[in-house]
């Protein structure tokens, strides 16, 4: 990211806060861990069409389209330079965690193969005065991630965008 600071803004951020803040302080690790991969993943599809102005819909839309996935968006993301290796790693874990939560329904942070996955997605991430949470390490690396995917939108849309040569 530049060294210029561009504060994120949306038109649903305070209804993205508002159902992550639901989840953090009265819903399941499951419920929490889906909200935050749901957004991560729109975010990330916001990120796209913003920095491919020219692309047609049906590359985002539709189960056999090419960017329908969340694996592909970070991928195509990373490719162009929108963030670095070490949150497209994180993004890359938190979508694993999210598809592994959506199809086991008893797992938790606190389970033995998601302490290390929270462990790892936090790797980088400042938790000095965090407490020793893995629900609150998660929610501490979930919210780097959308506000990291928030930031770059709002630097994307602020810089010139490259104009075709043949509209």
């Given at each position: 990211m530049t060294g210029n600071l561009v504060a994120p803004d949306w038109p649903d951020k305070e209804e993205f806060m508002k159902e992550f803040n639901k989840e953090?302080?009265?819903g399941s690790d499951r419920a929490l861990v889906?909200?935050?991969g749901a957004m991560?993943?729109?975010l990330l599809l916001r990120l796209l069409k913003i920095s491919l102005p020219f692309a047609c819909d049906e590359m985002f839309e539709?189960?056999?389209s090419v960017l329908s996935s969340w694996s592909a968006r970070s991928t195509i993301v990373r490719s162009l330079g929108l963030i670095p290796e070490e949150d497209y790693r994180r993004l890359n874990l938190l979508r694993k965690m999210r598809n592994d939560m959506a199809h086991?329904?008893?797992l938790t942070l606190s389970d033995s193969e998601f302490v290390n996955r929270v462990q790892e997605l936090c790797k980088g991430i400042n938790l000095s005065n965090i407490p020793d949470?893995?629900?609150i390490k998660f929610s501490v690396a979930g919210l780097y991630l959308i506000s990291m995917l928030s930031l770059r939108i709002a630097e994307v849309k602020n810089s010139p965008i490259v104009r075709p040569l043949f509209p």
């Open positions: 953090l302080s009265t889906l909200v935050a991560t993943d729109e539709g189960g056999n086991k329904l008893s949470n893995d629900r």
